[in-house]
């Protein structure tokens, strides 16, 4: 739907009706205009129509001039009196006024600049139709650089259907405003959209089966285009101005759905066709048994989601068919316990299993926390950038014999040399951080073909995200994924007590809070977001953690120890500096955001963070995270600027109130779109036109609904009514998406 997508027949630039008609057939269009809509994307006729109006304007009614007001907008049909050239004294210029009638009074057209020659039409007795903003001048209205419409007749009442104002583009109904292109002037593109209309409406192809339509009650694509550019008025709901602009008409509610509902099914085939690939089986001979019993040797009990998430990935283990889930939780909701657990299952049958976590000392974490859950009866290795040769060889070795063992290590897993006998469960934390590609090569790994039936197969695979995401975005960006979620916290955490803190005054008590903290033997994290985004890497946001780190410490805790955690250093320094703060050298670290999402220090209980409103709730969430990890009440700190406003400081104060990161997920996505979940640039790349995963959730819900059922009764889509759509999936469509496969 998106007007890139284009047909690969390129070849029909003869004239003949058709969507793919390039743009300068259109007429009043020609060769020139045609090569500045081009440059602006708009290359066919069907992107000529799907170019929408940025605003409408009401000239369904004819204004009387006596009726006229200052700085509102108005049309008017009125009779040219006569011209007048007013002379500018200063630059020998002048400025045009045509003055007119309509019997209830008279209306000054002004032009300061006046077209060339324009002033020998308005002869007199001329009938013309004019819009623009009225300015009322010494009582008398007058209307400068107006909208002319000429040669109407006046009385609406005219027999002459051709005449009449409903069938014109520029008066007499709702008329669209578009966005100039480089000069290319409103009212022009009206005309060209209006011809567009008239000749090539036609030509647009129905993908949706009528059933669906009548489902929910939407029009055609040609009625719903043709609404779009020029709305009728007229029964018994009119779509109000307001609606049309706000995508909130049956015609824009039919592209939305349509928009969703393509990009629904094409995921949810994806997926089909995943489900139905090959994978080894695991579980049925002792390894399902075997994740029960550590369970049980576990040293706490699991939580229900935790349960849940271990019951469904043994299930997908059990199924000769590669499972592709993501577990979605809180930052210590427990993924990793529950991660460990299943990959017990794999070697207890012999299989191979790996980690891959973003950073080293989230790795060496897993690996350690591994050692001392399970005592020893996990079998474990570890393999980062500091591994040794020695240990790297030897490492080797064991993977190459098909070790039945749990990998776990960063980047350097996908280098080259990491080849494993039989790797059939691959675990990605915090999948967010990885590129597409590290995530298909580590997958890669995995990729086998038996030898004995000779079958191709693909590794069992689970992705991490301590970021909860709201539905609407699972649906769409990890719609190819089964999702499992837990959603409440190991027993014993208490939540973390949260203070948006804005005036200036109160920072000192919350400053003289931390202190008696730190008396007791506590420790505190100070965080400093990047001063700008584009300096992500360079020398301020050094700079600002650096200085602040120093004041910190000179001015308000000078009897404490400080550390300062940034991303310019080397990884050695930074892990070095994180050790010497969870073993207490280190009182306060300051830190940018590269303070590491499951990094685990139980003795700090502070988390202050510096300009909280330059960050997403999310983010905000993830950071509090930090604390509330042993048993001691923990505080988090919101430091807004004095200046916030009162919106920004609300939004915070969502962080006050719950501890449910779904929740803030949901709140965020509100306030912040899907940016704050993907980066700009992963939400800029939704393939959404008109489609808003936001405001059009519900159409979402639908489109899915209707794209599961379709799949489940018409697979192939044989059925003659679901012709249009096979057509459009084997061609455009099928490629369009192709970029957003998640496994
Ligand atoms: P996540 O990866 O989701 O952030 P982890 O798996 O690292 O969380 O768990 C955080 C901490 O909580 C770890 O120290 C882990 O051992 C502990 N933990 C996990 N599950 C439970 C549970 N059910 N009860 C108590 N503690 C748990
Ligand atoms: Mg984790």
């Not at 000429?150 to 520029?170: I, K, N, V």
């Amino acid at each position: 739907m998106p007007p890139k997508a284009k047909s690969d027949t390129k070849s029909s630039t003869s004239a003949t009706n058709s969507s793919e008609t390039p743009v300068q057939f259109v007429k009043g269009v020609g060769p020139r205009l045609g090569a500045i809509f081009k440059s602006r994307g708009i290359e066919t006729v069907r992107d000529l129509l799907f170019f929408f109006p940025r605003a409408y304007e009401d000239r369904t009614r004819f204004a009387a001039i006596r009726d006229l007001q200052e700085g509102v907008q108005a049309t008017t049909a009125v009779r040219v009196i006569g011209v007048n050239k007013i002379p500018l004294r200063a630059s020998g210029r002048s400025i045009l006024e045509v003055r007119c009638t309509d019997e209830t009074g008279i209306l000054s057209l002004k032009w300061f600049h006046a077209p060339r020659g324009i002033e020998n039409r308005f002869k007199a007795g001329t009938q013309i139709i004019v819009t623009g903003t009225v300015k009322i001048f010494r009582g008398k209205p007058e209307i400068a650089h107006p909208e002319i419409t000429w040669g109407l007749s006046t009385s609406t009442d005219t027999t002459t259907p051709d005449e009449s104002a409903s069938s014109m583009p520029h008066v007499g109904r709702i008329v669209p405003v578009y966005t100039e292109i480089e000069g290319v002037p409103s009212r022009l593109l009206r005309k060209i959209l209006w011809e567009a209309l008239q000749k090539f409406l036609t030509t647009l192809e129905e993908d949706l089966p009528t059933s669906l339509r009548e489902a929910h009650g939407l029009p055609s694509l040609q009625s719903a285009i043709r609404a779009i550019h020029f709305p009728e008025e007229g029964g018994d709901k009119p779509e109000t101005i307001a609606a049309l602009v706000a995508f909130n008409s049956p015609s824009h509610w039919r592209l939305i759905y349509e928009e969703f509902f393509k990009f629904e099914y094409l995921v949810l085939r994806q997926r089909l066709r995943m489900e139905k690939e090959h994978a080894r089986v695991w579980g049925k001979n002792g390894g399902a048994a075997a994740t029960l019993d550590l369970t049980q040797k576990l040293p706490f009990a699991l939580t229900k989601g935790q349960n849940t998430c271990v019951r469904e990935i043994l299930e997908d283990l059990e199924k000769p068919h590669p499972m592709n889930r993501l577990i979605q939780g809180d930052v210590g909701s427990g993924k990793t316990a529950v991660v460990f657990l299943c990959a017990a299952a794999v070697i207890a049958e012999g299989g191979q299993a790996t980690l891959m976590a973003p950073t080293e000392i989230l790795a060496e974490q897993h690996y350690i926390n591994a050692g001392k859950l399970f005592d020893g009866k996990l079998n474990v290795a570890l393999l980062t950038g500091k591994s040794t040769t020695a240990e790297r060889n030897a490492l080797f070795d064991r993977l190459a014999r098909g070790e039945p063992l749990l990998l776990i290590g960063t980047h350097a897993l996908i280098e080259d040399p990491v080849v494993f006998k039989n790797l059939s469960f691959v675990i990605i934390d915090e999948q967010h951080r990885f590129g597409v590609e590290q995530r298909r090569i580590l997958r890669q790994k995995g990729f086998r073909v038996d030898p004995e039936t000779g079958l191709k197969q693909f590794p069992h695979s689970l992705s991490l995200s301590a970021t909860p995401i709201p539905r609407t975005l699972a649906l769409t960006v990890y719609g190819d994924l089964t999702v499992s979620s837990i959603r409440e916290m190991p027993p014993g955490r208490s939540p973390v007590i949260t203070k948006v803190v804005r005036e200036k005054k109160d920072r000192t008590d919350v400053y003289e809070h931390i202190r008696a903290q730190l008396q007791t033997g506590r420790q505190a994290y100070f965080i400093f977001p990047l001063i700008h985004e584009s300096e992500a890497e360079g020398f301020t946001q050094l700079k600002a953690a650096a200085v602040e780190a120093e004041r910190i410490g000179r001015e308000i805790f000078p009897e404490y120890k400080i550390g300062l955690l940034h991303g310019q250093q080397k990884n050695e320094e930074k892990a070095a500096i994180m050790a010497r703060f969870k073993k207490n050298e280190l009182q306060i670290l300051v830190s940018t955001t590269v303070v590491e999402v499951g990094v685990d220090v139980p003795n700090a209980t502070i988390i202050a963070i510096e300009h909280a409103e330059r960050f997403g709730l999310s983010q905000l969430h993830q950071l509090r995270g930090r604390v509330g990890r042993g048993q001691h009440q923990s505080f988090c700190y919101l430091f807004a600027a004095t200046r916030t406003t009162e919106a920004t400081a609300s939004r915070l104060e969502v962080l006050e109130e719950t501890h449910d990161g779904f929740r803030i997920a949901e709140a965020d996505l509100e306030i912040r779109g899907p940016g704050a979940f993907l980066g700009t640039r992963q939400a800029g790349s939704l393939p959404f036109f008109m489609a808003d995963v936001v405001r059009d959730k519900e159409w979402l819900f639908k489109s899915r609904d209707d794209a599961v059922k379709m799949l489940k009764e018409d697979p192939s889509l044989e059925r003659p009514e679901h012709a249009p759509l096979k057509r459009y999936f084997d061609t455009d469509g099928g490629k369009q998406f192709a970029w957003l496969k998640t496994s």
